[in-house]
């Protein structure tokens, strides 16, 4: 059901350094959701994709399988690299 979603959502955990539990913390979400998110039994609601795609700093569309870009612009933006969305600092 959500195993494109569950695979990305542990390589962003991976990549954040950050545990299930601090996830749940950042994002407002309940344990026993996150750990069907993290199953792959089911898949987030948008506002959800959104708070933990915020938290990570990745993109949503990436966080859903529907873009390989995996970072969040504001992420970007924050490191210096983007100037503005769709802008690369050169």
Not at 22 to 50: F, H, Q
């Amino acid at each position: 059901m959500g195993k494109e979603f569950a695979q990305r959502l542990k390589t962003a955990l991976d990549a954040a350094g950050m545990k299930q539990a601090e996830l749940c913390r950042l994002s407002d979400i309940s344990s026993a959701a996150m750990s069907s998110y993290y199953s792959g039994r089911y898949e987030p609601k948008a506002d959800k994709v959104e708070a933990m795609a915020k938290a990570l700093k990745v993109s949503p569309q990436w966080l859903m399988g529907l873009s390989d870009t995996i970072k969040h612009p504001q992420s970007a933006i924050d490191a210096g690299v983007a100037t503005n969305i769709g802008a690369v600092r050169i």
